[in-house]
């Protein structure tokens, strides 16, 4: 009886939470045939991976499948759901990015204009561009691959000092000339932002992203401090373990954000669509060069060719891909994994267009703590 109890309120939950942006009705949320796939996938992803998180998959614009495991803070009992907030590391480059080519459409930016404009303090500043930030070619050092980030990772630093250091590294080459990842390029983005709009960074993506798309979790936190909404990261040795919090003074602009599965799925498909920037922004944001896009990067799941981000900050790690071909979006945010989340990626991916294999098979054994899966629900405890 217990236990009919407990699916009839998981159950009922479900049904609860059978809404999205477009008002679609539960009934009509979940394909079916895809559902049984990706739960198929799910079994065998979950027989050698340890897997805390949120995925979101969406055809059209509409949710199709939706996934949350485990727990967002096992200290305090709560479990991950559709609401749970996740530090998304990188993919906040993609935000980022968009801001940038919105103010470049209000007149406020241009594309060529100096970085030596805002910090001539920067070594051959006045050499680089707001492209090369964008895509990765200004030459500037990644500040998170020196040593010295460790020291003040979790408990914060100041804009000014930040800024200090990242002036004092070397240059890499110059500009143009290569293309090398640096987070440094976001952060400097990010205070570029805000001397255009004199507001704080914070209040400008929820004025050009987060208001003009109707949503409610997805925000730049002011402190370390999680709230109830907001997942902790863990690490996995066999138990999981509690991992400390990067402040988002040392992440800022690169990888600072807080936002859920569903909304990060929801605007990289609405962005890819045209409805965050206008067509000539996107076709910049798209165009790959030497491996990198303006705030996007190209990603691949066996015949399609998608676009997107990934993710790693603490023990979040997240990657959010859009595939033209199909009209795609997956969105996959863990706060504790033991594997890379590629290929549950790829496999969801090509689960919309492979023919059904076996039926879900059932393991044994699981890492998938404290499941909650849809349109099938399974609750499984954790061991602590």
């Not at 990289?268 to 944001?285: D, F, R």
């Amino acid at each position: 009886m217990i236990r009919v109890l407990l699916f009839t309120l998981l159950l009922i939950q479900w049904v609860a939470g059978c809404s999205d942006h477009e008002g679609t009705q539960g009934s009509e949320r979940f394909d079916a045939e895809y559902a049984e796939k990706a739960e198929q996938v799910l079994t065998e992803h979950q027989q050698s991976s340890a897997f805390m998180g949120n995925i979101v998959v969406l055809k059209n614009g509409q949710q199709i499948f939706q996934y949350s495991s485990g727990f967002s803070q096992i200290e305090e009992n709560l479990r991950n759901s559709e609401s749970t907030g996740f530090r998304i590391g990188s993919v906040s480059k993609i935000y980022t990015a968009a801001a940038i080519f919105k103010a470049i459409e209000q007149g406020r930016l241009s594309l060529d204009d100096i970085l030596g404009e805002y910090f001539p303090m920067i070594e051959s500043a006045e050499r680089i561009t707001i492209a090369h930030l964008l895509q990765h070619q200004s030459g500037i050092a990644n500040y998170t691959s020196e040593p010295s980030f460790r020291n003040y990772h979790v408990e914060g630093i100041t804009k000014e000092e930040l800024l200090n250091v990242i002036s004092s590294m070397p240059r890499e080459f110059d500009a143009d000339s290569q293309t090398q990842y640096s987070n440094s390029n976001y952060f400097l983005l990010a205070n570029i932002l805000e001397t255009v709009y004199q507001l704080p960074y914070a209040e400008i993506i929820n004025n050009e992203i987060v208001q003009p798309l109707q949503f409610s979790n997805t925000y730049h936190p002011l402190s370390k401090t999680l709230s109830e909404k907001e997942a902790a990261s863990y690490d996995y040795t066999g138990t999981w373990e509690l991992l400390p919090t990067t402040s988002p003074s040392s992440s800022f602009g690169a990888g600072s954000l807080v936002s859920t599965a569903d909304e990060v799925g929801f605007f990289l498909h609405q962005l890819m669509i045209g409805n965050v920037v206008n067509e000539s922004s996107l076709i910049s944001m798209k165009d790959i060069e030497r491996g990198f896009g303006m705030g996007l990067q190209q990603i691949s799941a066996g015949a399609y060719n998608g676009f997107g981000h990934g993710g790693k900050v603490d023990g979040f790690e997240s990657i959010a891909v859009h595939f033209p071909q199909g009209n795609l979006t997956i969105a996959i945010i863990s706060n504790g994994t033991s594997q890379n989340l590629n290929p549950l990626m790829v496999n969801l991916a090509k689960a919309t267009s492979e023919k059904r294999n076996n039926r879900l098979r059932k393991s044994k054994q699981s890492f998938l703590q404290g499941v909650t899966l849809k349109p099938q629900i399974l609750q499984k405890p954790l061991p602590l």
